[in-house]
């Protein structure tokens, strides 16, 4: 847990806006502005991890979005895994798992990450 106040992290935010134009690729690692710009965006990082923290997605969040992605619909998903377009609905809503020979399929035809799908 960071001790990092809101003035801080705030401060921190603005600060970067400040060094962003002033430090490129070709500026050193060991530039003042360089090191500055690594230190405010330590804060920054830090701040966020604890207020701001992002959840991983559901599997039936991963399975909507890749669809979304894909530009495919429930229907096609549902003929690619040889499943009934209610049996996809229920994954999409979160009704019910996919069983592991299903979430392999999903993870070929979606590109989804096994990790992802197993919320790792």
Known sequence: MSNIKKEQ???ALNRIEELLPLVDENTPANDN????????????????????????????????????E????????????GVSPSRVSDYVSGRSEPTLRIARLLCQILNIKPSAMLGL
């Open 33 to 68: 502005k360089a090191v500055e710009l690594t230190m405010m965006s330590d804060i920054v990082i830090a701040y966020e991890k604890e207020h701001f923290p992002i959840n991983k997605p559901t599997v039936s969040e991963l399975i909507e979005l890749s669809l979304e």
């Open 9 to 11: 992290y705030e401060f």
């Open 70 to 81: 894909k530009g495919m619909t429930q229907k096609q998903l549902a003929a690619e895994l």
